[in-house]
């Protein structure tokens, strides 16, 4: 069984930045593309980014203007780098593992099979 493990996560003013960081252990999950996904208060959570083994990225929406999904497979480590946060940024962030890389969205949402639980990112003045 795999495990997934989130870190990075805090209380932050706007403008600032953050790096997520997601661990992944047990299950052989380096041919697993890799995904970050976040849930704000009251909303549904929605896909942010992902990227494939090889390298390849995607990002929702207008994601890609400000956060910047890495791997390191030595590491088994993916991450995501936050500039510029906003209050509409405050979410539990989660990332998740999916067996086949896409730039849709929906597929990420409906076919990540492993996921982490979450760390807390807060942007406040």
């Known amino acids: 069984q795999a495990q997934l493990m989130e870190s990075g996560g805090g209380s932050v003013q706007p403008g600032s930045s953050l790096r997520l960081s997601c661990v992944a252990s047990g299950r052989f999950l380096d041919n697993y593309a890799m995904g970050w996904f976040r849930q704000a208060p009251g909303k549904e959570r929605e896909f942010v980014a992902g990227m494939d083994w090889n390298g390849d990225s995607t990002y929702y929406g207008d994601f890609v203007s400000r956060f910047t999904i890495s791997r390191d497979t030595a590491l088994k480590t993916t991450y995501l780098q936050k500039n510029n946060l906003k209050p509409e940024d405050t979410a539990i962030y989660y990332c998740?593992?999916?067996?086949?890389?896409?730039?849709?969205?929906?597929?990420?949402?409906?076919?990540?099979?492993?996921w982490g639980q979450g760390t807390q990112v807060t942007v406040s003045s």
């Open positions: 998740a593992a999916c067996k086949q890389f896409t730039h849709s969205h929906y597929y990420w949402m409906q076919n990540s099979e492993y």
